[in-house]
């Protein structure tokens, strides 16, 4: 794993039983979550596709689809049936292992390895048609990480492959509810009383979490309500995007809000909390 971005407030200091501090950045805290058990086939296998990832891959050319397909952050298997059955080749790659191995369990003929998109020295400059990173997956790690899969992305794409993902959008009007706990209403702490405790460990490990958050004109780390509020998420605006994006050799092609509408990437866009941009390599 490689380590925060060389900021100091990116560094979590969470406090043992000892009460000593044992220092632990957001990719750390983030691969914890996912790689643990409750994150298994019930979260996200399951999920069906988004309006905006239909629209994205109908605009895809059909030759780019049905060539060599990687899928980034594959999870649980959500997008698998839907990449994978037309294409030539396909591999999935997660950095969880358990991740990968309910996959690998909900589609035992196809090809899944564990892999970090920052790092993926075993694939081939060129190797691949089209990539996907789905469900935000790119958001749960820091910024250096961001750009160093990117990098990574840009590298195995051939020459006018095509890459889609998504991310969090730090424009969203109504970001601040995202924020928020929900409230556990005193019935539900009465009949269930195991709820008081639930929400007392999920407030001592946003506290936690707390250390980790910070904002630049660019980007946000923000603890948001993703798995119960036990993730440090990267949220940022298109226009950020489509620099970092073009800095990579990756241009957009067309951008989509979650309801499948197009989204000028030149436009401050406020209406969902998630945006799909759809890139071209140079």
């Not at 399951?46 to 049905?66: N, S, T, W």
Request: charged share 25%; aromatic share 10%.
């Amino acid at each position: 794993m490689v380590g925060n971005d060389g900021d100091d407030q990116t560094a979590i200091l969470p406090l043992d039983q000892a009460g000593s501090a044992m220092p632990v950045n957001m990719n750390s805290v983030n691969l914890r979550a996912f790689d643990s058990v409750e994150n298994g086939r019930a979260n996200r296998a399951k999920a069906g596709l988004f309006p905006a990832e239909v629209e994205a891959l109908q605009a895809v050319p059909d030759a780019v689809r049905c060539g060599r397909v990687l899928e980034l952050g594959v999870g649980t298997g959500r997008l698998v049936s839907t990449l994978a059955d037309p294409a030539e080749t396909y591999l999935g790659v997660d950095y969880a292992a358990q991740a990968i191995q309910e996959a690998q369990r909900a589609f035992p003929d196809v090809t899944f390895r564990r892999m970090d998109a920052r790092d993926m020295p075993d694939l081939a400059v060129d190797a691949f048609d089209f990539a996907v990173f789905s469900y935000n997956g790119l958001d749960y790690v820091d910024h250096e990480g961001r750009c160093q899969a990117l990098a990574e992305i840009a590298r195995v794409l051939r020459p006018g492959g095509y890459f889609l993902f998504s991310f969090h959008n730090r424009d969203f009007r109504d970001l601040d509810r995202t924020l928020e706990p929900r409230q556990i209403p005193l019935w539900e702490r009465v009949l269930f009383f195991w709820l008081a405790g639930a929400r007392r460990r999920r407030d001592a490990l946003r506290d936690e979490l707390a250390k980790g958050c910070r904002a630049t004109s660019d980007y946000a780390i923000l603890n948001d309500s993703g798995m119960n509020y036990a993730l440090l998420t990267y949220y940022s605006d298109l226009a950020a995007q489509t620099a970092l994006l073009a800095r990579m050799g990756l241009g957009v092609e067309a951008a989509y809000a979650i309801d499948g509408r197009r989204i000028d990437p030149g436009e401050v866009f406020e209406d969902d909390y998630m945006v799909h941009v759809l890139c071209r390599k140079s």
